[in-house]
């Protein structure tokens, strides 16, 4: 099993910034893709952003067109964790976000395909 534990969300106004986290501990050696996923209210649960890695220097990031050049996915392999830098947020963003974690997997951009959750954290952008 492996466990995510999010943080870093909150209330931002427009334009600001915020880093989200995600924590994995447990086997997570069994693990090779983690990604973001966010769903606001009334809508379905969409794809943000992945990140798949073959080693651990060897990163492919992957972005929805939405958050292409504002938001950027990393990863700490010493520290098991990935972030999630979002700039330039606009209302649009508002969501509950969640991370999910999953071994190599080629459809990235589809939360079915994830074995892992976190439990979300809520990313209000005012206006």
């Known amino acids: 099993q492996v466990q995510l534990v999010e943080s870093g969300g909150g209330l931002v106004q427009t334009g600001g910034s915020l880093r989200l986290s995600c924590a994995a501990s447990g086997r997570t050696f069994s693990i090779s893709t983690m990604g973001w996923f966010r769903q606001a209210t009334g809508k379905e649960r969409e794809f943000v952003a992945a990140i798949r890695w073959s080693d651990e220097r060897t990163n492919y990031p992957y972005y929805t067109d939405s958050v292409k050049g504002r938001f950027t996915i990393s990863r700490d392999n010493a520290k098991n964790t990935v972030y999630l830098q979002m700039n330039s947020l606009n209302a649009e963003d508002t969501a509950v976000y969640y991370c999910?974690?999953?071994?190599?997997?080629?459809?990235?951009?589809?939360?079915?395909?994830?074995?892992?959750w976190g439990q979300g954290t809520q990313v209000t952008v005012s206006s």
């Open positions: 999910a974690a999953a071994p190599w997997i080629r459809t990235y951009y589809s939360a079915a395909r994830y074995e892992y």
